[in-house]
């Protein structure tokens, strides 16, 4: 399936996209040695559903940039990560026939990171994301009856950083940060440990009566 084929399809699946809501005024979630370096985006090769209104690379490329910014700006740990996105394609809803034909908004992204201190990229394959603007009163009619076109990329590259930032969180090696199965590890074992303590703690003591 092309780009732009599963760009259609995912238009079709708009409605099993979550709402999307602005956390940035709440403190960040947890990404440990976290600080951001190098913010890249690049649009040069996206891939427009021609039934998109329109929109530039170097629009694109300042949407990204302002959210990618706007979220990992955030982050004050002493360890930078450089961030690189790639915007594949896109479609923002054109003002269309209300419920009839109710057209939605969509991008999708390609997103690295890279370890500025190692020069290392730290995912071996870029991470595709496909997001939609949500499920509020005016997306569900179509927004392009309700916003303009920088409202709508301001929307989706929010949503697209968010996603990101969601993807992070599941490599949280990457920050210094224990992974799952090391925690789990761990708990086992103390608890193993804590299990041999209390069986040989009656056993010391009977030896030294």
Not at 115 to 123: E, P, S, V, Y
Request: net charge negative; glycine share 8%; with cysteine.
């Amino acid at each position: 399936m092309t780009l732009l084929r599963g760009i259609a399809f995912s238009l079709g699946c708009a409605v099993l996209a979550g709402c999307a809501t602005n956390d940035l005024a709440e403190p960040p979630v947890n990404l440990g040695a976290f600080a951001l370096g190098h913010n890249v985006v690049v649009a040069d090769k996206m891939q427009m559903v021609p039934i998109s209104r329109p929109a530039t690379a170097d629009e694109w490329e300042t949407a990204m940039k302002k959210a990618i910014a706007d979220r990992f700006g955030r982050y004050e740990g002493d360890r930078v990560y450089n961030i690189g996105i790639s915007v594949d394609g896109f479609a923002l809803a054109p003002p269309g026939i209300p419920v009839v034909i109710s057209p939605k908004s969509v991008l999708v992204v390609t997103a690295n990171i890279w370890d500025d201190a190692k020069a290392q990229k730290l995912n071996p394959e870029g991470k595709q994301f496909t997001v939609f603007e949500g499920l509020s009163g005016d997306t569900v009619v179509g927004s392009g009856l309700t916003k303009t076109r920088e409202q709508q990329m301001a929307t989706l590259s929010y949503n697209a950083a968010k996603a990101v930032e969601g993807w992070l969180l599941t490599h949280p090696e990457w920050f210094g940060l224990p992974d799952a199965k090391t925690v789990k590890a761990e708990a086992e074992a103390a608890k193993a440990t804590a299990k041999t303590a209390a069986t040989e703690a009656p056993a010391a003591e009977a030896t030294t009566k």
